[in-house]
């Protein structure tokens, strides 16, 4: 009894070490990666708002909390030579085939609100290759007001979560602009 | 100084036979979920095939050396806590460095930690020989695996996108577009786009395993044909001082069968 | 859409649109390995069923509610592996126990179920995709029963290709991949239309 006991204490000693260095391991490379890792994520998203409004400067990021349009996280103001360009949003949802984080551009009276340019910041859908095929039409409608309900969406991949959260961002855009 | 040689032998042959004899993909057929998933194009792929070098490079180094202090009972989940940390490490290390690679990959990078030939190698050969053994053994393994999901990648990238990018993940390089079986401004595209989609790499990586299993089948035959040859002569040579009418009824039977 | 119908929803496109093993990729070594009968097909995929969904049931709360309040949200994978693991371990002696006969049919599958490429990639992508609670067991369920049609499916081919006459080169593995090339394209026709 006394030596099937210490072998189990050595077992699990020996199993328990292992882990506790493996975690010390990952957690030291964790404290040398992480600020790397925040300052990409905040390039990537930077390079994102300079594609939608490129000459423009950014006010801080505003966040959002909207039970009816979940899926928007945050928002910047852009301006231009004193003047107020639009509003960028950052929509964050997902689908069954997996998370998407676009940027939607948005300008114009609280009315008649106009959809400027989408951006993909990233997605981990199945098949991101489709993505740049269902934000095409957004970029490049002529009419861009009536342009979100109009573009044709299949019932599967993000086409319908794109569309979604382009009327969410239309709408959190009408409220904030319209309580201005 | 004969030994020494025997074991420089014994680490080329170890090293050497990861890549080609005993190719984990092909010969194998293990780790096969990357290889469908991943080579799309060429450079996701080789990305891939790196940092599965890395893992299975350091994994090995260190149950080597610690081959010794695990107990056989809890080997494999001690062995699967070693591969967990070190894909771990190298997953954040490429979302830092060459963040581009990292969305590419998506899920697959943390599924190394269930990958067939990692642990294969660690219960197989890491656990068994010395760290520097596992070290070329790791390498052989992983430039084999490199080289054969590349080669899946450059048929699936080349006649399914009619395109060669490079410069596309690792940024280093300036972004540059063979153009193939397309045309730059579009006027003709004989690309197939079925090679691009999962049916394709079904596709591809099976044809390829058939062309090497007719290769290996028609190399089997010859081998086949000439021990058969040698055995009928070897036979032939020993029935000839007893009865030449013997050896004639035995050499015409070869002829024809052949 | 009510809540029930997108749960529904959900299932089936995981299980026949975006088909774990056809389109995402996911458990195909135990897929090309399972062999060519039915009975045995069908009653891995019944326990890698087993363990998807009890998988995805435990570690979305460990991630939430232990891994992310502690600060330590990249210890995920460590942390998963090892309850699948230990899952399967429990699994293994529940069945061994209950009925002997499928512990033994079963044979070598059971611990290979560990390193089945689905039940780490469905626990690590309901986490890494940000999904709810009720997200993520849609996407469990989905894509262990897409996994156990497939495999079924895919047995009964192979076991009627078996006594066919192939090419020599094809025999084997070449022959189980083109089968699931045709099965795959088969399976694009329920993607939809694109835009």
């Known amino acids: 009894m006394k030596d099937s006991t210490k072998k189990y204490l050595k077992v699990s000693l020996t199993l328990a070490g292992i882990c506790a260095v493996s975690a010390l391991a990952i957690g030291g490379v964790n404290l040398l990666t992480s600020d790397t890792i925040k300052a990409n994520e905040k390039a990537e998203v930077d390079k994102g708002l300079r594609n939608i409004y490129p000459d423009a400067t950014f006010s801080d990021t505003v966040e959002v909390k909207d039970e009816k349009n979940a899926d928007i996280v945050s928002y910047w103001i852009a301006t231009e030579n004193e003047e107020e360009r639009g509003y960028i949003f950052k929509a964050s949802g997902s689908n069954s085939y997996g998370g998407l984080t676009i940027l939607i551009g948005i300008s114009g009276e ?10 993909l910041v990233s997605s981990e859908q199945t098949r991101t290759d489709f993505i740049d095929k269902y934000i095409a039409p957004y970029n490049s409608g002529n009419d861009k007001e009536t342009a979100i309900d109009s573009v044709k969406c299949g019932a599967t991949y993000a086409a319908t979560l794109i569309q979604t959260m382009a009327k969410e961002a239309k709408s959190v855009y009408e409220t904030t602009k319209g309580a201005k | 100084m004969e030994s020494k040689d025997i074991r420089r032998s014994q680490h080329k042959e170890s090293f ?11 010969v194998s057929v293990l780790g096969t979920c990357p290889a469908l998933a991943i080579t799309t194009t060429v450079e996701a792929a080789f990305g891939m095939g790196l940092l599965f070098t890395f893992v299975l490079v350091c994994s090995n180094i260190i149950i080597s050396a610690l081959r010794k202090l695990i107990p056989e009972e809890i080997e494999t989940p001690a062995y699967i806590v070693v591969i967990a940390a070190f894909v771990t490490i190298t997953k954040m290390l ?20 269930v990958n067939c030939i990692v642990l294969g190698r ?4 890491a656990n068994k020989n010395t760290v520097f053994d596992s070290l070329l053994d790791g390498l052989g393994n992983g430039i084999g695996y490199t080289l054969a999901i590349v080669v899946i990648a450059l048929f699936r990238e080349v006649l399914g996108a009619g395109t060669l990018t490079i410069g596309a993940i690792f940024t280093f390089v300036p972004k540059s577009t063979l153009y193939i079986l397309k045309d730059a401004a579009g006027t003709y595209d004989y690309s197939m786009s079925l090679l691009t989609n999962p049916a394709g790499g079904f596709i591809v990586f099976g044809l390829i395993l058939a062309v090497i299993y007719a290769v290996k089948n028609h190399k089997a035959t010859i081998v086949k044909a000439k021990a058969r040859a040698a055995a009928f002569a070897a036979a032939a040579k020993k029935a000839e001082p007893v009865v030449p009418a013997k050896e004639a009824v035995l050499a015409t039977p070869a002829k024809e069968v052949k | 859409m009510s809540a029930i119908a997108t749960f529904l929803l959900a299932i089936v496109s995981a299980m026949l649109i975006d088909n774990v093993v056809l389109s995402r990729f996911y458990g195909i070594c135990s897929f090309i390995g399972v062999g060519n009968r039915v009975k045995s097909a069908y009653s891995m995929g019944l326990a ?15 991630y939430y509610y232990v891994l992310v309040p502690a600060g330590i949200p990249f210890m995920d994978t460590l942390v ?7 899952l399967v371990q429990v699994v ?28 780490l990639g469905v626990a690590q992508s309901n986490t890494d995709s940000g999904y709810t609670f009720a997200q993520s067991m849609s996407n469990a369920i989905g894509t262990s029963l897409g996994f156990l049609l497939i495999i079924v499916v895919f047995a009964c081919i192979r076991e009627r290709l078996e006594s066919s006459n192939t090419p020599k080169a094809f025999k084997g593995v070449p022959l189980a991949l083109v089968t699931a090339a045709l099965m795959a394209m088969a399976f694009m026709g329920l993607q939809g239309i694109g835009a």
Request: aromatic letters at 12%; charged letters at 10%; proline letters at 5%.
């Open chain 3, 80 to 86: 998963y592996i090892l309850v699948i693991a230990s």
């Open chain 3, 48 to 62: 890698v069923t087993f363990v998807i969904i009890l998988a995805s049931l435990v570690c979305w709360p460990i």
């Open chain 2, 94 to 113: 490429t979302e830092a460095f060459i963040p581009a690679l990292y969305s590419s990959l998506g899920v697959f990078l943390s599924l190394l930690v």
């Open chain 2, 122 to 125: 660690a219960e197989a050969f």
């Open chain 1, 110 to 119: 609280a009315t008649a609100a106009k959809l400027g340019t989408i951006y």
């Open chain 3, 92 to 119: 293994g002696l529940f069945i061994k126990k209950k009925s002997p006969a499928l512990y033994k049919s079963l044979g070598i599958y059971l611990p290979l179920i560990t390193t089945n490429c689905a039940v």
């Open chain 2, 16 to 26: 050497v036979s990861g890549i080609i004899q005993e190719n984990p993909l092909f």
